[in-house]
Each structure stands twice: as structure tokens, then as C-alpha cells.
């Protein structure tokens, strides 16, 4: 069955230091897989997606097929990164997604 | 644009009542979502609408969860009667598709219902 894992509930690091998210998913076929985030106060909103293989926001993430991963990487975190980030997975003829359970990043001063 | 709109925003109600969350798509969009965000279980998807038609209602939990697209600018997600453990935040979301299922195209995301149940 197709699934994404997000290994860590809360990830709590102090401003400047480097951010890693990890994001784990199963499926047998060519993934298509994305970062959502959510900042307090805001809908859920679409960060990167690994096709574009951009940076958003400092943001990027690498699509590790052999390891089956996408960890969400940013070498300086921000107080602004304060936020609910899910990845997510889509795989082929379906157009909803799968996501994971989310973790919730935060960054101290 | 006012993008999806969700309402009620927050629902109380008892065991036992029916509850109905709203939902509006952004227009033109041909795609609709409802999904479901717990602490345990973060986003699940509940059941998705292509073209007013559900296409997959894998996720919905059990018959008390129902929805309905009648036409192209709503959707109703419905629970009767409802229980302590449907409290949760309740997402609509929608998409412009075209071409194949093996296209993605980026789903825009309401407010969301907090639900919570007694």
C-alpha cells in the first residue's frame, strides 16, 4: 500500500541552525512527491514539489529513490519557518494525495 | 479571489446530531477534496470529486460520513449522527484537472471546519 511516513512529530531547532524534515514514503512506481505547509493562521498551501527540484524559501528537497525519501532540507532555519509541514505523495491515476502525518517545526530565537 | 471557502468555520454540537460543513471551490475548478486533519492521523483524505462525480470514496470512514457535489460551486460533507471521534479540522480542497490522473495539478486549500464533538 502506498504510504508516507513523517518519523517526527515536533522538530524544535534554534534559529540559524540547519533544518532537515524527513518524509519516508512506499510505492512501487514512479512517485510524484510534494511539501504543504501550514503557517499558524493560514491555510495549507503547496511549498515545493520535486519535479520543479526549485528552492522555495530557502527550501529544498531531493527525491531519494533508493532510499525512498524526500526529506525537506534548509541550512538556516528562520523564525518565519515556525510552521505544520506534511509531505505528500501522488502516484499514478490518482489525482488526490497522500499524505503524511505532518511535522511541526519550530524555530527559537 | 477569495479562494475556497469553508463554512461554518467552527462547529459544537452533541453526540448524536447531524452535522454539515459547506464547502465552495475556487471557480472554475473541476476537482474537489475533503479531507481530514487529526493530531494522530494528520491529512487523510476522506473523498474526492472529479467533474461533480466522486471518484473515490476509499477514505470515508463509515456510513454515518456522506458527501454530495450537486453541481460545479458546492459540496456538503455530512456525519449523522456524529460521535466524539469525528472532532477534527475538516478540509475542502480544490484543483484544476485536465489530461490524464497522471498529471498533478496543485489543489488550493480552505480554512477548514474545527469540529468538535461532545
Known amino acids: 500500500a502506498q504510504r508516507v511516513t513523517q518519523p517526527e512529530k515536533l522538530l524544535s531547532v534554534f534559529k540559524g541552525a540547519p533544518v532537515e524534515l524527513k518524509c519516508n514514503y512506499s510505492y512501487s512506481g514512479s512517485p510524484e512527491l510534494f511539501w504543504y505547509v501550514q503557517y499558524s493562521r493560514q491555510r495549507l498551501q503547496l511549498l515545493l514539489r520535486?519535479?520543479s527540484r526549485e528552492s522555495i524559501k530557502g527550501f529544498t528537497a531531493d527525491l531519494n529513490k533508493g532510499e525512498t525519501s524526500f526529506h525537506l532540507k534548509k541550512p538556516f532555519a528562520q523564525e518565519e519557518d515556525s510552521a505544520m509541514y506534511y509531505c505528500?505523495?501522488?502516484?499514478?491515476?490518482?489525482?488526490?494525495?497522500?499524505f503524511g502525518s505532518g511535522t511541526r517545526l519550530q524555530v527559537q530565537p | 479571489d477569495a479562494g475556497v471557502i469553508q463554512s461554518p468555520r467552527h462547529e459544537v454540537t452533541e453526540m448524536g446530531q447531524e452535522v454539515t460543513l459547506r464547502c465552495k471551490p475556487i471557480?472554475?475548478?473541476?476537482?474537489l477534496f475533503w479531507y481530514r486533519q487529526t493530531m494522530m492521523r494528520g491529512l487523510e483524505l476522506l473523498i474526492y470529486?472529479?467533474?461533480?462525480?466522486?471518484?473515490?470514496d476509499s477514505g470515508m470512514p463509515e456510513d454515518r460520513f456522506s458527501a454530495k457535489m450537486p453541481n460545479a460551486s458546492f459540496s456538503t460533507l455530512k456525519i449523522q449522527p456524529s460521535e466524539p471521534r469525528d472532532s477534527a479540522v475538516y478540509f475542502c480542497?480544490?484543483?484544476?484537472?485536465?489530461?490524464?490522473?497522471?498529471?498533478?495539478?496543485?489543489?488550493?486549500f480552505g480554512p477548514g471546519t474545527r469540529l468538535t464533538v461532545l
Open positions: 520535486h519535479i
Open positions: 480542497a480544490s484543483s484544476l484537472t485536465s489530461g490524464s490522473t497522471n498529471s498533478y495539478n496543485e489543489q488550493f
Open positions: 505528500a505523495l501522488k502516484f499514478a491515476g490518482r489525482r488526490a494525495l497522500t
Open positions: 471557480s472554475g475548478h473541476n476537482s
Open positions: 470529486f472529479n467533474n461533480n462525480v466522486p471518484i473515490d
